[in-house]
């Protein structure tokens, strides 16, 4: 799986900041991605205004039925913070157990 990398320097204090978007086809609404952040900030997915799914663990998956309508992906943290962002392979707990143990 590809994996796309970028930086986001948060421009104010504890707003919410678009750090990515997503959209999928109707005929691939089923596809899901992870996003992760480092270091963990406050994730959440918006669509039409409304927030669809939020994340505390510096990690969320986008895609699924609501990316048909174009996913915004924000962040929150401080004014001047930088956070390195890393777009693959859909996230699940048990492979984020093991991400955590894999350093001994």
Request: avoid cysteine; aromatic fraction near 10%; charge should be negative.
């Amino acid at each position: 799986m590809e994996l796309h990398i970028t930086t986001h320097t948060f421009k104010a204090d504890n707003q919410w900041e678009t750090i990515d978007t997503r959209w999928h086809s109707p005929f691939f609404y089923w596809k899901k991605d992870g996003l992760r952040v480092t270091p963990p900030v406050p994730l959440r997915i918006v669509v039409w205004g409304a927030v669809v799914a939020e994340s505390d663990e510096g990690w969320i998956n986008t895609g699924g039925f609501s990316a048909v309508f174009l996913q915004r992906v924000q962040a929150r943290g401080t004014r001047g913070e930088m956070i390195r962002v890393e777009v693959g392979e859909e996230i699940s707990e048990t492979s984020e157990s093991s991400d955590d143990n894999a350093g001994g």
